[in-house]
């Protein structure tokens, strides 16, 4: 059999198991984490055996043989007990098993997986289809919407535009303070991989010195973890690249070449916690750090202090934000007044909605150089693509594809982005891409960079009204949108 056949015998197995546990109410995400388990220990299992004969750090009578030889009731609490045992490891071991547990309640269908995952030879496969097979069923996890797994899932399309516009180089350290499933690190790495023609220093930098991130959800962060690795980033008995630690509490003093994230939706930062009467409560975080401009609750606008003090003095960041970054008041005027002195604020790109699998949400990717201390502000001006207004995607019949961000970045000119022609003009009002300047900017009222200047087409033409399914993901979008404002409200009301 060929390796494509293979390739594609293999996923299908994989699956095929998702479908069976579903219909036992396992969901995807369940399922994918006893498979990073499973995989994890299978391919530590081959790396510890010719040619390889890695010394690996795991327990004696926990690795992957003594899943393989029990069945029924001492398979299902052998492997509970190997999850325990596990967790307390060091390293990536550890920071994998974090938190784990067994969801798969019959014996017989663990074991299927088991001998499923045992008939493969895992380090033979190429990093693409091991990779492949797992992004797939992370995107399907996403695509889970009871789970809350899709906020976790920025669109790859998405990603890898951005990736085009900044382009990032071998022998520069990336970072994401939110990585989420790793989304934006794998993009990265498949840009310089393909782009450059690196030497065995290169390499090395690249598979264990370029990424680091910070992902609080332990979940969340192993799936990251073992996307990384299968993706051949990182090494099975090396160091995690991903924190648990929230990346917002303080500035950890690390500097990095590029930041590229999507921070996580939301507008507060809260915590919870049981008070003296025994009653659970949530309470808005603020965090207190002298690094920012401003302090706030708002999460937004506390990723965007802190992705511009994880830049180096030449650092470059591409980040996606919702709209209230871009006009709220108050610390929102102050943040955008000190980004736009300090860095290069040079590109917004306006997001349509119907791309991102929680609704509702409208934003934007800015993508800004950072600077040396100067008297004068960097910004010169801004330029802005408009690619929400008459533009509908939705997620399953008409999603967000490459293609359809080549124009954007076409017009980002990448290769020099200091030589760049407006498409709007007097004589073409409906062009996308426009510049404005500085001083017109801070004119504004409270700073606003919320700008916008195509007609929508869907109010002046009834007759060209989009399909139906369009209009209601709109419709739900929009409703969606106005709920978080007036919840806003009413806690600002509250407080």
């Known amino acids: 059999m060929n390796e494509s056949n293979n390739a594609s015998s293999v996923v299908s197995k994989v699956w095929g198991f998702a479908s069976m546990l579903r219909d036992d109410g396992v969901g995807y995400g369940d399922y994918l984490e006893q498979l990073t388990y499973l995989l994890f220990l299978k391919m530590a299992d081959e790396y510890s055996k010719p040619p390889y004969n890695r ?11 003594s899943l393989t030889e029990k069945r029924g009731a001492e398979l299902e609490v052998h492997y509970s007990e190997l999850l325990r045992e596990l967790s307390t490891a060091k390293g990536m071991l550890g920071q994998i098993f974090t938190k784990s547990q067994n969801k798969i309640q019959d014996p017989a269908k663990l074991y299927k997986i088991i001998d499923m995952v045992n008939r493969e030879n895992w380090s033979m496969f190429g990093s693409d289809l091991k990779g492949k097979i797992y992004e797939g069923l992370l995107e399907k996890n996403a695509e889970d919407t009871k789970s809350g797994a899709g906020q976790y899932f920025t669109p790859r399309a998405l990603i890898q535009a951005m990736v ?69 980033i990182g090494e099975i008995d090396g160091e995690s690249f991903i924190s648990p630690n929230d990346a917002l509490i303080a500035d950890e003093g690390k500097r990095f070449d590029y930041v590229l994230a999507n921070p996580p939706f939301g507008k ?10 025994g009653d659970v409560e949530k309470e808005d975080l603020v965090y207190n750090r002298q690094d920012f401009w401003a302090t706030s609750s708002n999460k937004q606008l506390n990723f965007m202090q802190h992705i511009k003090t994880l830049l180096k003095t030449t650092g470059q960041a591409a980040v996606v934000l919702p709209d209230n970054v871009l006009f709220e008041g108050g610390a929102g005027e102050t943040v955008r007044k000190e980004l736009m002195k300090t860095t290069e604020l040079h590109t917004i790109l306006r997001l349509p909605t119907g791309i991102f699998y929680k609704q509702g949400v409208k934003a934007n990717v800015l ?15 801004v330029w802005i693509y408009d690619f929400r207004t008459n533009i509908h995607f939705t997620l399953k019949k008409n999603p967000m594809k490459l ?11 990448p ?32 700073t606003s960079l919320d700008i916008f200047w195509l007609k929508d087409k869907s109010l002046a033409d009834l007759d060209n009204l ?14 969606e949108a106005g709920l978080e404002s007036f919840r806003e409200i009413v806690g600002v009301v509250g407080e």
């Not at 010394?55 to 043989?65: A, R």
């Not at 293609?403 to 000119?413: A, G």
């Not at 399914?469 to 419709?475: F, G, P, Q, V, Y």
Request: aromatic share 12%; charged share 35%; with cysteine.
């Open 164 to 232: 085009e516009c900044v382009r990032p180089e071998p022998n520069k350290s990336i970072t994401d303070p939110a990585c989420g499933t790793g989304g934006f690190f794998l993009a990265a790495y498949d840009y310089i991989v393909k782009n450059h023609d690196l030497d065995r220093e290169q390499k090395e930098f690249l598979k264990n010195k370029t990424f680091y991130g910070n992902e609080i959800v332990a979940n969340t962060r192993r799936m990251a973890l073992m996307n990384l690795f299968l993706h051949n």
């Open 415 to 446: 290769t020099n982005r200091h030589n760049r022609e407006e498409t709007y003009s007097e004589e073409n009002p409906e062009g996308r891409w426009r510049k404005f300047k500085y001083e017109d900017i801070i004119a504004r009222d409270k």
């Open 55 to 65: 010394k690996l750090n795991i327990p004696q009578g926990y690795g992957w043989e």
């Open 466 to 479: 989009p399909d139906p399914d369009i209009l209601a993901n709109e419709i739900i979008d929009d409703l």
């Open 268 to 277: 507060k930062s809260s915590m919870t916690f049981t008070n003296e009467e």
């Open 367 to 381: 993508f800004f150089d950072n600077k040396p201390a100067s008297k004068e502000p960097w910004t010169k001006e």
């Open 403 to 413: 293609e359809d961000l080549q124009e954007f970045i076409k017009c980002y000119n």
